[in-house]
């Protein structure tokens, strides 16, 4: 979803990420944007691995997730 990941985008370089987590980060808002959302939730899990507190990459699960549901019902 184009408009999620780029919401996501915005709040990553809003927040100041260090590299190695915005970098991990930007990975799950690319496969966000391409529809590809298990990969999605995979890029923002591991964006956790990096960073356990990081509120984005736990939104960017939570979207990821939502949409794969939506199109599994479509």
Same mark, same amino acid.
């Given at each position: 979803?184009?408009?999620?990941?780029?919401?996501?985008?915005?709040?990553?370089?809003?927040?100041?990420?260090?590299? $190695?987590?915005?970098?991990?980060?930007?990975?799950?808002?690319?496969?966000?944007?391409?529809? *590809?959302? @298990? &990969?999605? /939730?995979?890029?923002?899990?591991?964006?956790?691995?990096?960073?356990? $507190?990081?509120?984005?990459?736990?939104?960017?699960?939570?979207?990821?997730?939502?949409?794969? *549901?939506? @199109? &599994?019902? /479509?």
């Amino acid at each position: 979803d184009k408009e999620a990941a780029v919401a996501l985008e915005t709040a990553i370089t809003a927040s100041g990420a260090p590299e $190695d987590l915005a970098s991990t980060l930007k990975t799950g808002t690319t496969h966000l944007a391409e529809g *590809r959302y @298990a &990969e999605a /939730e995979a890029g923002f899990g591991a964006a956790l691995e990096v960073s356990k $507190d990081s509120k984005v990459a736990q939104v960017g699960i939570d979207i990821s997730r939502d949409r794969r *549901r939506q @199109a &599994e019902k /479509e």
